[in-house]
């Protein structure tokens, strides 16, 4: 491998890693604040319970997320310095919201929530879970504005320096009012509320099943059940809009993702599209007339231009070179997402008709219902594998390559190096998330009733 595919397969690594923990924390963190809310409306020992319990696996997941992210920030320096150089004077504003927002406002509150507990005043120590919750997906927003701006970058926030080459930022409201950012956003909060939810499904279940702490885990189960049900809309409803905005600013990847090869007016939808070993040429494909144009843009007549089309164009524009994503990554990433999206709403709304009718503790396929879990893990990691390589060979679209944001002097033997530590450290990590997670999710709630946070002193580290 040479030095950009290297340097690509090491950012991925590291990002879809820590994407892993990145949406649990997002969507963990308002179930614990409700929880908290209810138990201090109540004064119901039941919601206090809750709150500790899926607590204290919302601050594991946490500090592990937090140990990840900060890799990412150094991979900026370290990998892709010209791109850092180039959009730095954009980006530095955004995320350096985002770092306050994440080390000082999360962190604060979340310390004053573990801690605070009968020492302080029960409304400030249920506003500090709401905050630590608000601070998260605050912090989510200000990484997918950044994120958007790589996407589909506004025109009118951004000058190119004369002189240095370098983008500057003129107008930080154009950037904070991004479209692509503010719908990745709600794509992104649904998806980490639908993670919480199949999280607190699957554990609820295990415990149902072995008839340990029913009333507290039933609560845990319905609560779930409709919100993950609920999520799960908001996701497919994001993901269209994200669609057909794609269509505006990105339609490259549009037409990959759809294999679409020509352009059609109207665009048919691919059930089942075959290419050739070169991955952009049909060989055979299953479609159904007119549906594309109808997701594109609400109607049946709309056209959707094809990849040779596109490429042409972007030739034109931009120079020689291949400008067409891996099509069957895009195509079967498109694919794998929708369907165990698809598979998430369905199971849901399962779960919260069949919770009207019988007693789901004495229901003998409950046993399964862990193995659910998986679906929102292979929907998100398929959704940003696309959502990523689909925009190749952008790094930021239509203003720099891939090719030429990777730093200077870099050499094979510095990212092999590199790539393999990192792939040692992250399972490493891995293996004691897991156990943790594993070893609290089955003490159940009484264990976290009597038990210190083992993971508090890690998260007054990771602040200080």
């Not at 400030?124 to 200000?142: D, E, K, T, Y």
């Not at 809309?233 to 990105?250: A, D, N, P, R, S």
């Not at 665009?267 to 060989?283: P, R």
Request: proline share 4%; with cysteine.
């Amino acid at each position: 491998m040479d030095v950009v595919s290297l340097s690509r397969w090491q950012f991925a690594l590291t990002t879809l890693y820590h994407w892993l923990f990145v949406p649990l924390t997002l969507g963990m963190g308002w179930f614990v604040a409700y929880m908290q809310t209810r138990y201090y409306q109540t004064h119901d020992e039941a919601w206090r319970k809750m709150s500790k319990f899926w607590g204290k696996l919302f601050l594991i997941n946490f500090a592990i997320g937090v140990v990840t992210g900060i890799v990412q920030e150094f991979q900026f320096g370290m990998n892709w310095s010209e791109y850092s150089r180039y959009v730095g004077d954009v980006i530095g504003a955004p995320l350096a919201i985002e770092t306050l927002l994440a080390f000082f406002l999360e962190s604060t509150f979340l310390g004053i929530w573990i801690f605070g507990e009968n020492k302080i005043p029960e409304k400030v120590h249920l506003a500090a879970i709401w905050l630590a919750a608000i601070g998260s997906n605050l912090s989510a927003l200000f990484v997918l504005l950044v994120n958007g701006f790589m996407q589909a970058p506004p025109a009118n926030s951004f000058v190119t320096n004369p002189t240095t080459g370098r983008l500057e930022l003129v107008n930080f409201f154009a950037l904070a009012g991004n479209i692509k950012g503010w719908v990745l956003f709600w794509h992104t909060i649904s998806d980490g509320l639908a993670m919480a939810a199949f999280l607190i499904l699957a554990v609820s279940a295990y415990h149902l099943v072995r008839k340990q702490n029913v009333e507290i885990f039933k609560r845990s189960f319905n609560l779930a059940a409709l919100v993950g049900l609920v999520a799960g809309v908001l996701i497919f409803l994001g993901g269209h809009t994200m669609g057909q905005y794609m269509k505006e600013v990105q339609p490259m990847k549009m037409a990959a993702l759809e294999a679409i090869w020509e352009t059609e007016q109207p665009a048919s939808f691919s059930l089942i599209t075959i290419g050739d070993l070169t991955g952009k040429q049909e060989v055979w494909s299953l479609r159904i007339p007119y549906a594309m144009s109808f997701l594109a843009c609400n109607n049946f007549s709309c056209e959707v231009q094809g990849v040779n089309d596109l490429q042409a164009e972007a030739v034109q524009k931009y120079g020689p070179g291949d400008y067409i994503p891996l099509m069957v990554v895009t195509y079967w990433t498109f694919r794998i997402m929708m369907a165990f999206g698809f598979l998430m709403i369905g199971a849901t709304a399962f779960l919260v008709w069949v919770n009207t009718r019988i007693d789901i503790a004495k229901a003998k396929w409950m046993k399964w219902v862990p193995w659910l879990l998986i679906l929102p893990y292979l929907a998100n990691a398929s959704g940003w594998i696309l959502t990523e390589m689909g925009r190749q060979p952008w790094i930021v679209y239509g203003l720099l390559r891939v090719q030429d944001a990777i730093s200077p002097n870099l050499t094979v033997g510095d990212l092999w190096i590199s790539l393999v530590g990192f792939s040692i450290l992250y399972i490493s990590i891995g293996i004691a998330m897991v156990y943790l997670m594993r070893k609290y999710a089955i003490a159940g709630p009484d264990a976290a009733m009597h038990e210190s946070v083992d993971v508090a002193p890690t998260l007054v580290g990771l602040q200080d």
